[in-house]
């Protein structure tokens, strides 16, 4: 999949236009005037939110983004277009009704929970008038666009008519229409490539009570029968992605962990429609939101993904083969920013890994036990020579570094040509550097770069040089 970060589609997207703000702050007394939290603010920000959500995440992963919705003549609506064109999103398309109210959902959250929400908005559907015209200006484009995303939150702009009219616009040009759909009526996305429903939305909207893998191929079938789908697809939560084309297939979630599933849903949509405009199959196109949505629900508050986490993230997963763990300099100091912005932990040691043994891999066990991410150190051909005498290493630099790769506890390899990892420590600056029992009393190198020192004992009996000796007199 690595062939995506040189494509570009461009994507159309409809929809509900929000705006997301949250109040971050901490919790620490209840009201004297009512059984309520105080939470003492500490700051403020707002993103895109709803299908503005979707065009975030289309835009971290290099999708140009058109697109056509309908807010108010308010001050939520002015800020909502200066958050579009500050990330480069023309909002020629985006018409002004006057009284209607534009999206606004507040947040409050506390100590990374999310205390309270409160909405301003209108949900009336548009005017036949603004439909018209939106269809109108549409149609002189529909052809520009490798997919299209109607990103339905319910708040009236993707109307009955509204949707027909895309939908037949885009299947009379051959444009493949994705839709994450609301409420319990699909019928007015009828002639849509595939929808996203989740499985409780699925339910309703297919009265079948989704409770194994009959009854959800049942509803699979279902959903695709009255909608006229291309493909239908149902996502599950923690249990993944089912799609039905000519058979039912379920992918499952590959999430570590969750803190937040804010947003989660335009994450899925934005990667399936940026998969598919490339071409890739329905089961790579699955895997891959997979990937983007097991990001996404690590991070706090409505959150994008790039295809630079997407990767990082799939490798940490060692669903990858092994040299797709093996970085160079440059690779890793991006690699590590993203996590450290992400509140990861990161962990380095270093050494020759020359013969692999249980003792190199029991030491790396308790390195990575330290933290999030574990990141290997490896020294060059030319440095173990240096270090350890003629004959060494046995084997190469890049045998080592591709055994290394293939250890669960080992995020990433960075192969390095100097003696000692100085100026890799330096860069990587990790929360963690983790050195030999043997270096007890020693100075360590790179200790100014890191937030802390720790020392792990050798397994007795277990070493490099011992394992040479013992095949040498056998």
């Not at 690595?2 to 409809?14: A, M, R, W």
């Not at 993103?47 to 995440?57: E, F, K, S, T």
């Not at 290099?62 to 277009?81: F, H, K, P």
């Not at 797709?324 to 890994?353: L, M, P, W």
Request: hydrophobic share 40%; net charge negative; aromatic share 6%.
């Amino acid at each position: 999949m690595k062939e995506l970060k040189k494509f570009t589609p461009n994507i159309l997207v409809v929809g509900d236009l929000m705006i997301d703000h949250y109040l971050w702050g901490s919790c620490n007394r209840i009201s004297p005037e009512a059984p309520v939290q105080v939470v003492d603010i500490a700051k403020e920000t707002t993103v895109l939110g709803g299908a503005g959500n979707v065009i975030n995440n289309l835009k971290a992963l290099g999708s140009d983004v058109v697109v056509a919705s309908v807010i108010g003549d308010d001050a939520n609506g002015v800020e909502l277009l200066e958050m579009l064109k500050e990330i480069g999103v023309d909002t020629k398309n985006i018409n002004i009704q006057n009284g209607r109210k534009t999206s606004k959902k507040s947040r409050v959250i506390a100590s990374s929970q999310q205390i309270i929400r409160y909405d301003k908005e209108s949900k009336d559907c548009i005017s036949d008038a603004i439909s018209k015209a939106m269809l109108n200006a549409l149609s002189n484009s529909i052809k520009n666009y490798d997919a299209i995303i109607l990103s339905d939150y319910g708040k009236g702009v993707l109307s009955d008519g509204f949707c027909r009219g895309i939908i037949d616009l885009a299947n009379n040009s051959g444009i493949k229409v994705l839709v994450d759909p609301k409420g319990s009526d699909f019928t007015k996305y009828r002639g849509a490539y595939l929808l996203t429903p989740n499985k409780k939305e699925a339910v309703l909207a297919t009265g079948i009570d989704i409770k194994d893998d009959e009854s959800l191929k049942e509803a699979l079938l279902k959903l695709k029968s009255q909608c006229n789908l291309g493909i239908s697809l149902i996502t599950l939560s923690e249990d993944g992605i089912a799609v039905y084309d000519e058979v039912m297939k379920k992918f499952p979630t590959v999430a570590k962990e969750v803190f937040d599933v804010t947003g989660a849903g335009d994450t899925v949509i934005a990667s399936i429609a940026f998969a598919l405009s490339a071409n890739k199959s329905i089961e790579e196109v699955a895997k891959f939101a997979n990937l983007a949505a097991g990001v996404v629900v690590g991070k706090i508050g409505s959150a994008t993904v790039s295809l630079d986490e997407i990767f990082d993230y799939e490798a940490s997963l060692h669903k990858t083969t092994s040299d797709a763990h093996i970085k160079s300099f440059d690779e890793i100091e991006k690699i590590v920013e993203r996590y450290k912005q992400s509140g990861k932990k990161v962990v380095f040691t270093n050494g020759c890994f020359d013969i692999l043994h249980v003792g190199h891999v029991k030491y790396l066990q308790e390195a990575k036990s330290y933290g999030d991410i574990l990141i290997v150190g490896l020294n060059s051909d030319a440095s173990v020579s240096r270090l350890k005498g003629p004959t060494r290493p046995v084997n190469v630099a890049e045998d080592r570094a591709y055994l290394l790769a293939a250890l669960e506890a080992v995020d990433f390899v960075v192969p390095f040509e100097d003696d000692t990892p100085y100026e890799l420590i330096k860069m990587v600056k990790p929360d963690i550097l983790v050195k030999g029992g043997d270096y007890e009393g020693k100075e360590v190198v790179g200790t100014e770069f890191s937030g802390e020192l720790r020392l792990v004992q050798f397994v007795d009996g277990k070493s490099t040089t011992k394992t040479i000796q013992k095949i040498q007199c056998s």
